[in-house]
C-alpha cells in the first residue's frame, strides 16, 4: 500500500527519479479518486457517480459506488479519500437516527446539508478528506443540489461535478444545463431522461479522459415516488 | 497556497497591536464555540511513521497552552493544542480564498460590495458565491480567507448577536460585534484559520419598550439619538460584548449623558459603523475598507472618488467600478458584483450583476470614442 505522500497532490504521480534527500512522512491521508455529479431538476434530482476505487496505480475495487442513500429525498455522493467517506456516513446516518427520534421526523435536504457544514467544520484542524455534494428533494418538491467543500463550506446549486474529474465536467455541465457562454441559444428546462441522458454522455467522456474514473456508472434519481437506482457500464481500462 | 493568501490579507492592512483584553466570564462568550469540539491531531500519531530510514525527529508539542483564563472554550480542546502551524497535518488538498470585497461610508450609510469568484489554487470552485453575509436586519459583513471560516464563523456571530439582542433588549453596536468576533477568534490566532472581515452597519437608537423608566421620557430621546456625522469614537461605545461590564457602564458614561438612575445600558451612538476584523487580531475602524487579493486595484479606484457628500447612486456606481477594474485585473477575482447598502432602515441588496456584460459595454463604448474621434488609437 503506498503513501499518498509520494504523489504530487491529489491524483498526480511524482516520478520515481529524485535527486537528494527525500522526507518520508506518513500522511493519515490517501487518494482514491472517483467522480460525483448531481444534477437538480423541476421535481427531480439525480446523484451519479462512478464505481472505481483506486489509489496510485492500483485499481482496488470496480464496484464501489459513491453514493449514499440517506433518506427516501435524499442521496449523498462523497469521493476523495475512501476511509473518511465511510466514517463520514456512517455518522451522518447517525446523526439522522437521533434527529428522527428527539423530533419524530426525517431531516430535510437543507437540514441535512446545514447539519454536514458543522460535521465538517468541527474538523476544521484535521478535515475530512471528502468532497461532498448531496442530491434530493427539498420541502417543496423541487430538486435540490447542495455542494461541500471538504471543510463545509457550502451552497445550493443546480448542477455541481466534484471529485478527481470535476475540473473536466464541471465546464461541460455549465455549458449544457447553465446555457453559459452561448449566444442565441433558446434555455428550456431540464428534463428528467433529458438529464439521465446528459450525465451518462459526461461519465463516458469523464471516462475516456481521467484514469481515475470508469469501471461502471451508478446514477441514483431521486422523486417524490423515492430513488431510482441504474448501473451502467463504463471502459473498464 | 492558504497561508500565503493570509500574509496577502496581513500585509494590505497593518497589524495592530493588540491591546490586552480582560475578558469578563460573562454568558455571552461562554459556549461561543462549543458547539464546535474541534479535533486536533496528536503530534505523536503524526510523528510516527513505519518508514523509520530517513526520519528526521520531530519538534516537541507545546507544553500547556497561553493561559486564556477566562475564556472557557479551551476546556474543550485537547491539552496538546497546537499554536504553531507547523504541527498541522499536510493537507492533499488547498482551501479556496482569493476576493476583492470593500466597503466605505458615506452620508447614505454605508455601502459594501463584492465580487463572487470562489476560487481554489487556480480552480474557479464556484463562480456565484456570496461574500457578503447579512447577519442581521442592520449588520452586514464581507467575507474574505477561507469560504469555509467566514461562512461558519458569521453564524456563530449571528447567533451571539441574537443572544445579546435577547438578553439586553437592544442590538449590539458594529464596533460591539467587531470585537465580539475578534474575540472569538483569538483563540485561533496561530492556526491556519483565516477570516478577514469587514462588518457594515448601522447603530440604532431603539430600545426595547420594557426597558425604560416612564419618567425619563423625551429628554434621553433627544440624548441618545445624536445622528453625528463623525466617524464614531471607540471608546465612546462602552457595549462590548459582555454583560459583567453593564454595571460599570452607568460610571463610566461621560458626564454630559448619564442622568439616568438605573443601571440600564444607553444607546450614545446612532449611526453607521464600518470595521474590519481578521483572524490575526487586527480590529480597525474606518471610513473605507477593501479586503482581497484585488483590494489594490479597488483602493485605486475609491481613494479617487470616495467622498462623504455623494449620492446613493454615485457610491453604486463607484463600488461597482472599483469592483469591476479588480476583477478585470485580478486573477482570484471574478464573475459577478454584489452590492448591499446598510442604512438606518436595514440592509437592501442590488441585484446581482454579470460583469461581462459591463465588460462588452466599455469595448461598445471606446469602439465608438475611437470611430467618434477618427484615428487609429491603440487599446
Not at chain 1, 169 to 180: A, M, R, T, Y
Not at chain 2, 202 to 227: I, N, Q, V
Amino acid at each position: 500500500m503506498l503513501s499518498a505522500q509520494s504523489f504530487g497532490g491529489p491524483g498526480k504521480m511524482k516520478e520515481y527519479h529524485y535527486t537528494g534527500a527525500v522526507e518520508n512522512r506518513f500522511s493519515p491521508y490517501a487518494f482514491n479518486g472517483g467522480t460525483v455529479l448531481a444534477v437538480a431538476g423541476e421535481d427531480f434530482a439525480i446523484v451519479a457517480s462512478d464505481t472505481r476505487l483506486s489509489e496510485g496505480y492500483s485499481i482496488h475495487s470496480r464496484d464501489s459506488p459513491k453514493c449514499y442513500k440517506l433518506t427516501d429525498t435524499t442521496v449523498i455522493g462523497c469521493s476523495g479519500f475512501h476511509g473518511d467517506c465511510l466514517t463520514l456516513t456512517k455518522i451522518i446516518d447517525a446523526r439522522l437516527k437521533m434527529y428522527k427520534h428527539s423530533n419524530n421526523k426525517t431531516m430535510t435536504s437543507g437540514a441535512i446539508a446545514a447539519m454536514l457544514s458543522t460535521i465538517l467544520y468541527g474538523r476544521r484542524f484535521f478535515p475530512y478528506y471528502v468532497y461532498n455534494i448531496i442530491g434530493g428533494l427539498d420541502e417543496e418538491g423541487k430538486g435540490a443540489v447542495y455542494s461541500f467543500d471538504p471543510v463545509g463550506s457550502y451552497q445550493r446549486d443546480t448542477y455541481k461535478a466534484g471529485g478527481s474529474a470535476s475540473a473536466m465536467l464541471q465546464p461541460l455541465l455549465d455549458n449544457q444545463i447553465g446555457f453559459k457562454n452561448m449566444e442565441g441559444v433558446q434555455h428550456v428546462p431540464l428534463t428528467q431522461e433529458k438529464a439521465v441522458q446528459l450525465v451518462k454522455d459526461v461519465f463516458i467522456s469523464a471516462a475516456e479522459r481521467d484514469v481515475y474514473t470508469g469501471d461502471a456508472l451508478r446514477i441514483c434519481i431521486v422523486t417524490k415516488e423515492g430513488i431510482n437506482e441504474q448501473t451502467i457500464p463504463l471502459r473498464k481500462d | 497556497m492558504f497561508q500565503e493568501r493570509a500574509s496577502t490579507v496581513g500585509s494590505l492592512v497593518a497589524l495592530e497591536k493588540k491591546k490586552t483584553c480582560s475578558y469578563a466570564t460573562g454568558a455571552a462568550l461562554s459556549n461561543s464555540t462549543s458547539q464546535f469540539h474541534f479535533y486536533i491531531p496528536e503530534a505523536g500519531y503524526l510523528e510516527e511513521s513505519p518508514i523509520e530510514f530517513g526520519q528526521i525527529s520531530a519538534p516537541k508539542t507545546s507544553s500547556g497552552i497561553p493561559s486564556e483564563e477566562s475564556f472557557s472554550s479551551p476546556s474543550s480542546l485537547p491539552a496538546s493544542f497546537p499554536f504553531a502551524s507547523s504541527e498541522s497535518v499536510p493537507l492533499p488538498f488547498p482551501m479556496g480564498h482569493g476576493t476583492t470585497t470593500l466597503a466605505f461610508m458615506f452620508q447614505g450609510g454605508v455601502l459594501a460590495a463584492a465580487d463572487t469568484r470562489s476560487s481554489c489554487s487556480g480552480l474557479v470552485a464556484c463562480p456565484a458565491a456570496q461574500k457578503i453575509l447579512p447577519i442581521h436586519s442592520h449588520l452586514v459583513g464581507t467575507t474574505s480567507g477561507t469560504s469555509a471560516d467566514c461562512a461558519l464563523w458569521k453564524r456563530i456571530l449571528s447567533r451571539e448577536l441574537r443572544l445579546y439582542q435577547l438578553r439586553h433588549g437592544r442590538r449590539l453596536s458594529t464596533g460591539g460585534a467587531a470585537k465580539l468576533l475578534s474575540h472569538m477568534l483569538h483563540p485561533f490566532k496561530g492556526t491556519e484559520l483565516c477570516v478577514a472581515a469587514t462588518l457594515c452597519g448601522w447603530d440604532g437608537g431603539e430600545l426595547d419598550d420594557g426597558c425604560r423608566d416612564d419618567h425619563k421620557g423625551s429628554e434621553t430621546d433627544d440624548s441618545e439619538r445624536r445622528d453625528t456625522t463623525e466617524t464614531p469614537k471607540a471608546d465612546v461605545e462602552t457595549t462590548a460584548g459582555a454583560p459583567g461590564e453593564k454595571v460599570s457602564l452607568s460610571k463610566t458614561q461621560s458626564s454630559s449623558r448619564t442622568k439616568r438612575q438605573c443601571s440600564r445600558r444607553k444607546i450614545s451612538f446612532s449611526g453607521p459603523g464600518l470595521f474590519y476584523v481578521c483572524s490575526d487580531g487586527t480590529r480597525l475602524e474606518g471610513k473605507l475598507f477593501s479586503v482581497g487579493s484585488g483590494s489594490p486595484y479597488a483602493y485605486s479606484i475609491l481613494d479617487q472618488g470616495v467622498r462623504w457628500g455623494l449620492t446613493v447612486e454615485e457610491a453604486t456606481s463607484i463600488a461597482r467600478e472599483a469592483v469591476y477594474r479588480a476583477t478585470r485585473r485580478d486573477a482570484y477575482s471574478g464573475n459577478f458584483v454584489d452590492i448591499y447598502h446598510v442604512t438606518a432602515n436595514g440592509w437592501t441588496r442590488r441585484t446581482r450583476e454579470d460583469l461581462k456584460e459591463e465588460y462588452y459595454r466599455e469595448k461598445e463604448r471606446r469602439r465608438l470614442e475611437r470611430e467618434r474621434r477618427g484615428t487609429t488609437s491603440s487599446e
